[in-house]
């Protein structure tokens, strides 16, 4: 079964960093565009950043822009997503996506979403 | 605030068509496509239409996307309770070089 599966959340004070997996199985990682988006408490969707299928190209979110880093290992079939200087609105369940084969941002493989809070 | 604009609710009864609707402008919807997301209570997100119009394999045919200018739309016909969700639309933004969302609507079935 095609699957996404993030680790890594928990909770963090202001100012604190964490870093995200997301471990992709049962499909060719290597040749997907990859994305993380997230979603806080009873809010909507807002996407955060991408990676092209070779590690080549990236962009992220203004609002996270200088803070986190996304990068990957196609080695290891897994999707990473590093944030410093965390802030109380980065409070969000964080999910891992896959973009749909010739599209941009179709993203149709879903993680289960891991949640961090940023809290003291 | 969303880049894209839904509105917050809808509903309908059994059987009933609805639509919710998306509005953009000229440097997201106007030039990419649209995706819709079907999010049920406690759920991750589920891709419901791709590209504007397609349908992803399992997805049943009540459910369509239109676009036009920069303004989207999805339908849902013959409405189930198993419908009742948040729905997300989604574009590319060449401004902002970067995925918006709308905010979201609320969908219930009576």
């Known amino acids: 079964e095609v699957q996404l599966v993030e680790s890594g959340g928990g909770l963090v004070q202001p100012g604190g ?3 995200l997996s997301c471990a992709a199985s049962a499909f060719t990682f290597s040749s ?3 994305h993380w988006v997230r979603q806080a408490p009873g809010k909507g969707l807002v996407w955060v950043s991408r990676m092209s299928s070779d ?3 990236t962009s992220h979110a203004d609002s996270v822009k200088g803070r986190f880093t996304i990068s990957r290992d196609n080695a290891k079939n897994t999707l990473y997503l590093q944030m410093n200087s965390l802030r109380a609105e980065d409070t969000a369940v964080y999910y891992c996506v896959r973009a749909k084969t010739g599209t941009r941002n179709a993203f149709d493989i879903w993680g289960q979403g891991t949640m961090v809070t940023v809290s003291s | 605030q969303s880049v894209l604009t839904q509105p917050p609710s809808a509903s309908g009864t059994p059987g009933q068509r609805v639509t919710i609707s998306c509005s953009g402008s000229s440097s997201n919807i106007g030039s990419n496509t649209v995706n819709w997301y079907q999010q049920l209570p406690g759920t991750a997100p589920k891709l419901l239409i791709y ?3 397609q ?4 997805v049943p ?3 369509s996307g239109s676009k036009s200018g920069t303004s989207a739309s999805l339908a849902i016909s013959g409405l189930q309770s198993e419908d009742e969700a948040d729905y997300y639309c989604a574009a590319w933004d060449d401004s902002l070089n970067g995925v918006v969302f709308g905010g ?3 969908l219930t079935v009576l």
Do not use: A, H, I, V
């Open chain 1, 17 to 19: 960093s964490l870093r």
């Open chain 1, 32 to 34: 997907y565009w990859m």
């Open chain 2, 55 to 58: 349908r992803p394999s399992g």
């Open chain 2, 104 to 106: 979201g609507t609320k």
């Open chain 1, 55 to 57: 590690g080549s190209t």
């Open chain 2, 61 to 63: 045919d009540r459910f």
């Open chain 2, 51 to 53: 590209t504007n119009n």
